[in-house]
């Protein structure tokens, strides 16, 4: 039965990678529909608003949205549209993978662990945020409750089981932020008594991005709050050759979205050299979720054959091809 996904073009190069990954999904039989919805300044443009109520209702009813990136503006202006999604559908577990690929620009080999990122909470809630009227004093207050613990730990230890594997690290500041971050880790512990099978440890913040370009190969699943999540999450993909090989699924009890987590890169749009493997590997991540995972594993052989060639990767890579030509190297292998 074919499924129904909305799917958001985003903003930037976010209309190029995502017909490129589109094609792919075509190719590889995944027997889906699209429910073209519209977000960010496309849908400003067009309707408005930068979040209409059709897309909303979309995801909805769909319960499984593909997304391209969205602008977000750096200090002033609108707020993330991307958290906005997250509270609107309570999408609390981000899961991002970081896996190194042969060819590409990473720093290690045979790297193969995932960040999953408590995503509804914390410092990115901003409550009670202010800033004077003269500028000269802003608040935020950091926000959690055990609820939002339980369940985005609880989330990490079942993944790890359920993909085999064998490790789960904790991830925290409770030597310093006692109260927010120390639920955090007391709740975390209590969960890890349910799954004795699973090996646990817990690190500092500090020391675990230290550990992280140290050795790597200790960790395979990390599970965090908020904001030390993006921030992990996002030195793994260092680790590996950069955003571009980065992808994200935001996981709800009833809505799951995915998408490439960098930017909506302005400044090459229209060019033909955008990546389209961060929207692809989102894409293999919604497959695994729509119990397509045959198609999700050959999906992501076939990124890695190319980027191993080289032949036809973008420039970001270390190629000379275009967003065009990855795609077409990657559909061959798919067809």
Known sequence: MTQQITVIRGDGIGPEIMDATLRMLDTIGADLSYDFQLAGMAAQEETGELLPQATLDSIDKNRVALKAPLTTPV?????SLNVALRKHFDL???VRPAISFKGSNSRYEDIDLITVRENTEGAYLGEGAWTAADDSRAESKMVVTRKGCE????F???LARRTGRKKVTIVHKANILKDVTGM???VAHEV???YKDIESNDLIVDNACMQLVMRPEQFDVIVTTNLFGDIISDLCAGLVGGLGLAPGANIGEKVAMFEAVHGSAPDIAGKGVANPCALMLGAAQMLEHLDQNDRAGRLRKAIAEVIEDGDRTTPDLGGSGTTESFTDAICERLG
């Open 151 to 154: 369940r985005v730990v609880r």
């Open 184 to 186: 955090f880790l007391r």
């Open 75 to 79: 200090g002033g202006g609108f707020k």
């Open 156 to 158: 990490a230890f079942d």
């Open 192 to 194: 890890a008594e349910d």
């Open 92 to 94: 609390y577990a981000n």
